[in-house]
């Protein structure tokens, strides 16, 4: 069976073909039937692509939002329609089905006016500085009480109403990665920015911020970007020698020849210093290609191991046009499943990198898709001990999505158009669960702290200590 690729919603879309495409004209106003028309389409080929699309909702609920959004319908832009539409395509609950607000709009709104400049976290349900980029920076971690107005609590059920995931707790976390642009998106909120913030001390006050011109918040959040342990890398290694101890951050699977590259080159440096225990970070790795999970379990097991039990896909149009069946694959509806059987491991180039040491897998509420997977595998073929979060994808999990543009707007949508059951599958829909759960609670934010760092490092000192005494 071929290496399963998943592919994130962030991919790249096709045009759609006009005598004026939408995207020449963002300021275009539609009628109310062809607006009525894209959002038929946008059902009709949800319920054509999609293996199981009322899964998490029923499809009585579903109609009777789309009653509800057609009453709305009269003459406007399509970022107004996408405003009522996104909600409604992120109401299926799966992270790799849903709609993209309009990024022509955006780049244009982008060039013309201030921005807020800040990062922002969830923690809790609760929305805190995580990055200040204005002239008089909020300390990281200072919790957002408002937001023009607008409490925190309220902003993010708002938001989260946009962000397509299984997981509450996915949603809020792709809510902080694009609140800047889901900010204006959903709200139309624009600067100035009132603030009311709640500071460590518990102490409230009130800001207000200008906002920074794009050209000024490019630069500034790729110098932080680089400046926050190459966070923009895929893939790194950083070693702590006094515990002899290396941290393997895989932050996304992509790149699957200089990741084998990678792995090589750090292996060889965790064999040479002799390490002992090796840390797999994929808190930050929202999924990508899983063939990497498959070249990087070939450093840590020797036994029969399979990322995916099963993969089921259903039959349509265009998975035929897309040519993910044959012809002759069978008729339109019908759900082809394929077994992937557990094998060994290919064997290493060089089996000294084989590492034989402790082995922790980190994650969080955002290990997503190709990276559940392998937190799945890693979890029941018990490879070692996982800390952290419940991951953010689930067991059960529907992906390998099919992307396409409504008739008239063309505002991208996309579609999973398979099942993949996971080793050790749970029918209920929740993530990996750690064997080791930590949270990071605000107040660990608002000091800084890496709870799930600290905790694993004193827990590896103990054990030093332990195995030192006579």
Same mark, same amino acid.
């Given at each position: 069976?071929?290496?399963?690729?998943?592919?994130?919603?962030?991919?790249?879309?096709?045009?759609?073909?006009?005598?004026?495409?939408?995207?020449?004209?963002?300021?275009?106003?539609?009628?109310?039937?062809?607006?009525?028309?894209?959002?038929?389409?946008?059902?009709?080929?949800?319920?054509?692509?999609?293996?199981?699309?009322?899964?998490?909702?029923?499809?009585?609920?579903?109609?009777?939002?789309?009653?509800?959004?057609?009453?709305?319908?009269?003459?406007?832009?399509?970022?107004?329609?996408?405003?009522?539409?996104?909600?409604?395509?992120?109401?299926?609950?799966?992270?790799?089905?849903?709609?993209?607000?309009?990024?022509?709009?955006?780049?244009?709104?982008?060039?013309?006016?201030?921005?807020?400049?800040?990062?922002?976290?969830?923690?809790?349900?609760?929305?805190?500085?995580?990055?200040?980029?204005?002239?008089?920076?909020?300390?990281?971690?200072?919790?957002?009480?408002?937001?023009?107005?607008?409490?925190?609590?309220?902003?993010?059920?708002?938001?989260?109403?946009?962000?397509?995931?299984?997981?509450?707790?996915?949603?809020?976390?792709?809510?902080?990665?694009?609140?800047?642009?889901?900010?204006?998106?959903?709200?139309?909120?624009?600067?100035?920015?009132?603030?009311?913030?709640?500071?460590?001390?518990?102490?409230?006050?009130?800001?207000?911020?200008?906002?920074?011109?794009?050209?000024?918040?490019?630069?500034?959040?790729?110098?932080?970007?680089?400046?926050?342990?190459?966070?923009?890398?895929?893939?790194?290694?950083?070693?702590?020698?006094?515990?002899?101890?290396?941290?393997?951050?895989?932050?996304?699977?992509?790149?699957?020849?200089?990741?084998?590259?990678?792995?090589?080159?750090?292996?060889?440096?965790?064999?040479?210093?002799?390490?002992?225990?090796?840390?797999?970070?994929?808190?930050?790795?929202?999924?990508?290609?899983?063939?990497?999970?498959?070249?990087?379990?070939?450093?840590?097991?020797?036994?029969?191991?399979?990322?995916?039990?099963?993969?089921?896909?259903?039959?349509?149009?265009?998975?035929?046009?897309?040519?993910?069946?044959?012809?002759?694959?069978?008729?339109?509806?019908?759900? #082809?499943?394929?077994?992937?059987?557990?094998?060994?491991?290919?064997?290493?180039?060089?089996?000294?990198?084989?590492?034989?040491?402790?082995?922790?897998?980190?994650?969080?509420?955002?290990?997503?898709?190709?990276?559940?997977?392998?937190?799945?595998?890693?979890?029941?073929?018990?490879?070692?001990?996982?800390?952290?979060?419940?991951?953010?994808?689930?067991?059960?999990?529907?992906?390998?999505?099919?992307?396409?543009?409504?008739?008239?707007?063309?505002?991208?949508?996309?579609?999973?158009?398979?099942?993949?059951?996971?080793?050790?599958?749970?029918?209920?829909?929740?993530?990996?669960?750690?064997?080791?759960?930590?949270?990071?609670?605000?107040?660990?934010?608002?000091?800084?702290?890496?709870?799930? #760092?600290?905790?694993?490092?004193?827990?590896?000192?103990?054990?030093?200590?332990?195995?030192?005494?006579?």
């Amino acid at each position: 069976m071929k290496k399963l690729l998943l592919l994130l919603f962030l991919g790249c879309f096709p045009k759609v073909a006009s005598a004026q495409s939408p995207a020449e004209n963002p300021g275009r106003i539609f009628t109310a039937e062809e607006l009525r028309a894209d959002l038929r389409a946008l059902l009709t080929n949800y319920e054509q692509i999609h293996p199981n699309l009322y899964a998490y909702v029923g499809k009585k609920e579903i109609e009777q939002q789309v009653q509800n959004i057609e009453k709305k319908l009269r003459p406007m832009t399509r970022l107004e329609f996408a405003r009522l539409v996104v909600p409604f395509s992120a109401a299926f609950r799966d992270g790799h089905t849903g709609l993209n607000y309009p990024m022509e709009e955006w780049n244009a709104y982008t060039q013309t006016s201030r921005l807020l400049p800040l990062g922002v976290s969830v923690e809790q349900k609760r929305l805190f500085v995580k990055v200040d980029f204005s002239e008089n920076p909020i300390p990281a971690g200072t919790e957002i009480i408002s937001l023009n107005g607008m409490p925190a609590a309220t902003l993010l059920a708002k938001l989260k109403e946009s962000a397509s995931g299984e997981l509450e707790h996915f949603r809020l976390n792709r809510v902080s990665d694009n609140f800047r642009r889901l900010l204006w998106s959903v709200t139309g909120m624009e600067a100035p920015y009132t603030l009311v913030l709640k500071e460590a001390n518990g102490q409230r006050r009130t800001v207000e911020i200008k906002g920074n011109p794009v050209s000024e918040l490019i630069p500034a959040l790729r110098a932080y970007q680089l400046k926050v342990a190459g966070s923009r890398q895929d893939y790194a290694l950083s070693l702590r020698p006094e515990q002899s101890t290396a941290i393997l951050h895989v932050n996304a699977m992509n790149n699957p020849d200089k990741f084998k590259s990678f792995l090589d080159s750090a292996f060889t440096v965790i064999r040479d210093r002799k390490i002992a225990n090796l840390l797999l970070d994929f808190r930050q790795n929202g999924g990508g290609n899983s063939g990497l999970g498959d070249e990087l379990f070939r450093y840590l097991t020797d036994k029969p191991i399979r990322q995916v039990e099963r993969v089921e896909i259903k039959i349509s149009p265009i998975v035929r046009e897309r040519g993910m069946v044959t012809a002759s694959a069978g008729d339109d509806g019908q759900r #082809l499943s394929y077994t992937q059987e557990a094998k060994k491991p290919a064997p290493l180039r060089d089996s000294t990198l084989f590492f034989r040491g402790k082995v922790f897998l980190l994650t969080s509420h955002y290990t997503f898709s190709s990276a559940n997977m392998f937190a799945t595998a890693f979890k029941c073929y018990k490879i070692g001990t996982i800390v952290g979060q419940e991951t953010g994808g689930v067991t059960i999990a529907y992906g390998d999505l099919i992307d396409f543009a409504l008739p008239n707007t063309g505002l991208q949508a996309f579609c999973s158009c398979k099942v993949f059951v996971h080793p050790c599958a749970e029918p209920k829909l929740q993530g990996v669960r750690p064997d080791v759960e930590i949270a990071q609670s605000p107040q660990d934010t608002q000091a800084g702290r890496d709870t799930v #760092l600290e905790y694993l490092f004193s827990r590896l000192k103990s054990e030093t200590v332990s195995r030192s005494r006579p």
